[in-house]
């Protein structure tokens, strides 16, 4: 048995380079046509950077100002402040930053208050917040960005990256790779669509070769059979899986070390230079450890510290990304999983709340503007979602959800999304008219 095993493994190795190489036409006409894709996809469509903090941020802490409003907790210090535009939002002096973000970038930025999570789960609030289930994808559910580079850089090496944060790409699998931290040389981490494992930079080319044609040869052997599609899709993944160690071997390069940046920030300038090398169309960075937002205690003081060094963070990131000439071709938005309830428990924290808010930024963005609001139970308030008129008949009234903020996106750059997201109603206020 152990002969034959070894025979299959040798014959497998033997022949894995001819199969590669009798495919190699075919593989790199569709390659090209790919390739051809991801270049226009620069000129067409935005790049965009969604920033995750898990756990549940709260949101009158910046966001919704419920400052005098008897039914919720209130912090010590804080202030509303009213601009410039339509931008209300809370300052305080132990977050500076945030007041300098939307002095800085506030022309671009808009808040999206009374957004429902659909949830007061963590793991539920985040697909809610990062993707969606679609009965047409057999209810698997899948992140928006993978959707959105499925149709506008579908060849790019690494369409859309995941740094740190939730994944779930579902049926996009192949256009969505997870890595670990970049901040050290262990690079590479995961490509779903050819199951390779995680393995250091040096050898994960080598162990991604011997595995994955080893599986399908043994597929072969067992009368399943090879077809263009599998190559094409083994190809394929094998070339992102390679491209990618000597990308982020590159941006790791010319990065500086021993500057001061936070972990996150370090890994959002990765995401920008993989932006700039039109290496990445989207990137999923999650700030913070996982569930450093979730403050059942000490809620106040915590909280603080996460806002003043998140948006410490953005100005920085923002600045970085003018210094590459960026800023007008990217889209950042950043968001929790859950809310916190209004008021506090008997730890001096608040619990988890099916309500939230959202920051997006970017010139497509009608900048200097807050969208939604909350009520005295800090439950959204229905509007219609078409227009943001609070007017409107109640039928045409709905919470807003992350699913009419990614439509919108959807429908600004043309993307099909009536299969993934049926019946779903754009929030159109948020766009830039003439953009």
Same mark, same amino acid.
């Given at each position: 048995m152990r002969s034959l095993k070894s025979s299959i493994l040798m014959l497998s190795l033997a022949v894995s380079a001819s199969l590669l190489i009798a495919f190699t036409a075919s593989f790199e006409q569709a390659l090209a046509k790919t390739n051809k894709k991801a270049t226009h996809a620069k000129k067409d469509y935005p790049f965009i950077l969604l920033i995750y903090c898990s756990g549940g941020w709260d949101p009158t802490m910046v966001f919704d100002s419920k400052i005098g409003e008897a039914d919720f907790a209130q912090e010590t210090g804080a202030v509303l402040v009213e601009g410039p535009g339509n931008l209300k939002y809370v300052d305080h002096a132990n977050r500076p930053s945030v007041k300098n973000f939307f002095n800085t970038y506030g022309e671009?930025?808009?808040?999206?208050? @009374?957004?429902?999570?659909?949830?007061?789960?963590?793991?539920?609030?985040?697909?809610?917040? +990062? @993707?969606?289930?679609?009965?047409?994808?057999? &209810?698997?559910? #899948?992140?928006? +960005?993978?959707?959105?580079?499925? #149709?506008?850089?579908? @060849?790019?090496? +690494?369409?859309?990256?995941?740094? &740190?944060?939730? #994944?779930?790409?579902?049926?996009? @699998?192949?256009?969505?790779?997870?890595?670990?931290?970049?901040?050290? &040389?262990?690079?590479?981490?995961?490509?779903?669509?050819?199951?390779?494992?995680?393995?250091?930079? &040096?050898?994960?080319?080598?162990?991604?070769l011997q595995k994955q044609y080893g599986n399908l040869l043994e597929s072969h052997l067992g009368g399943e059979g090879v077809d263009n599609e599998k190559l094409l899709n083994l190809a394929f993944s094998f070339s992102r899986y390679s491209r990618a160690k000597e990308i982020l071997t590159e941006i790791n390069a010319a990065l500086p070390t021993g500057g001061g940046d936070s972990e996150f920030l370090r890994n959002a300038k990765v995401a920008v230079e993989l932006f700039t090398r039109e290496s990445a169309q989207t990137a999923t960075i999650q700030y913070g450890n996982e569930k450093a937002w979730d403050t059942h205690s000490d809620h106040y003081s915590r909280q603080a510290v996460l806002f003043e060094e998140l948006f410490s963070d953005l100005n920085k990131l923002l600045e970085y990304a003018t210094q590459k000439e960026l800023s007008e071709q990217m889209i950042v938005l950043v968001l929790s999983d859950v809310g916190r309830s209004s008021a506090l428990n008997d730890q001096s924290g608040k619990d988890h709340w099916p309500y939230t808010s959202v920051l997006a930024w970017g010139s497509m963005f009608r900048g200097s503007e807050t969208i939604g609001k909350t009520d005295n139970y800090f439950t959204g308030v229905p509007m219609n979602i078409a227009t943001g008129s609070y007017e409107s008949d109640e039928s045409v009234k709905k919470v807003i959800t992350m699913k009419n903020v990614m439509t919108a996106i959807y429908v600004k750059f043309k993307i099909p999304y009536s299969q993934i997201l049926p019946d779903v109603i754009a929030l159109s206020p948020i766009l830039r008219s003439g953009t």
């Open positions: 671009k930025a808009v808040i999206i208050n @009374g957004v429902y999570t659909q949830a007061m789960h963590h793991g539920l609030g985040a697909r809610s917040m +990062l @993707g969606s289930t679609a009965p047409n994808y057999s &209810n698997r559910a #899948f992140d928006w +960005l993978s959707y959105y580079v499925s #149709f506008v850089a579908p @060849g790019m090496p +690494l369409p859309q990256v995941t740094i &740190n944060a939730p #994944f779930f790409p579902g049926p996009f @699998g192949r256009y969505a790779v997870k890595l670990p931290t970049v901040v050290s &040389n262990e690079l590479v981490s995961d490509i779903p669509n050819a199951n390779a494992l995680s393995a250091s930079a &040096n050898s994960a080319v080598h162990g991604f």
